[in-house]
């Protein structure tokens, strides 16, 4: 049996895969760019969508004459987005279970983000560090989402060939970095990428299903 015959690791992205975040993202960006004089329009919720805080900060300051450097951006942002975590986070449907399951069958499971260490641990606090083998927050490698580096990295301390192991996102630069490091992957939600295979909620994740994926079996119907 080949290394990526089986499954290793299931390595999660965490805003709106894992945890409900997105609208709180989506609030923390429009509070900084309300601050900054440039309001944001629908058109920017798309764009800024599963983007890691280095590129949105430079979409937001896109949009503004002059105003802080991106690092200030970045540092806004972060906060904005911290004091809403603060105020707690809800797992999205099927997570827990999902995560149960993995700890039962004796898989490791990792959390793979594009959002700031401090974002992360906040967030593992709430939903139980102890569920995860190991995070990859921004900043802990060179490269962001949509590099492959954080899945290359995830897969790596846990001494797991990458071809062995299935990423759960839900945004296109999740996806880009979960192929490009040559995981198996599944998207969540209603709008995936081209030919990737898709689930509506993780409650229709199961174990067998992920197996299918690292064995090149498509699950029917995702």
């Not at 970095?177 to 939600?189: E, L, T």
């Not at 909620?201 to 994926?213: A, C, G, I, K, N």
């Amino acid at each position: 049996m080949s290394s990526g015959d089986h499954l290793a690791a299931v390595l999660f992205d965490m805003d709106g895969t894992l945890v409900d975040t997105e609208g709180l993202w989506w609030d923390a960006c429009t509070e900084v760019a309300d601050g900054l004089g440039s309001p944001l329009g629908e058109a920017d919720r798309e764009a800024l969508f599963g983007l890691p805080v280095e590129d949105a900060a430079a979409h937001v300051l896109g949009r503004v004459n002059g105003g802080p450097g991106r690092s200030a951006v970045e540092a806004m942002l972060t906060g904005a987005f911290i004091r809403r975590i603060e105020g707690g986070v809800t797992m999205l449907p099927g997570a827990a279970a999902l995560l149960e399951a993995l700890r039962a069958a004796g898989i490791p499971a990792g959390l793979v983000s594009a959002s700031p260490r401090p974002v992360v641990d906040l967030v593992l606090e709430t939903v139980g560090r102890h569920r995860f083998r190991l995070s990859v927050a921004a900043g802990d490698g060179a490269r962001n989402k949509p590099a492959p580096d954080p899945y290359l990295a995830a897969a790596a301390r846990l001494g797991a060939d990458p071809a062995a192991c299935v990423v759960i996102e839900d945004s296109p630069a999740g996806v880009a970095s979960a192929r490009s490091a040559g995981c198996a992957v599944i998207a969540v939600g209603p709008a995936p990428p081209d030919g990737v295979p898709a689930v509506p909620t993780l409650e229709s994740v199961d174990l067998p299903m992920l197996r299918r994926l690292v064995s090149g079996r498509v699950p029917p119907g995702a």
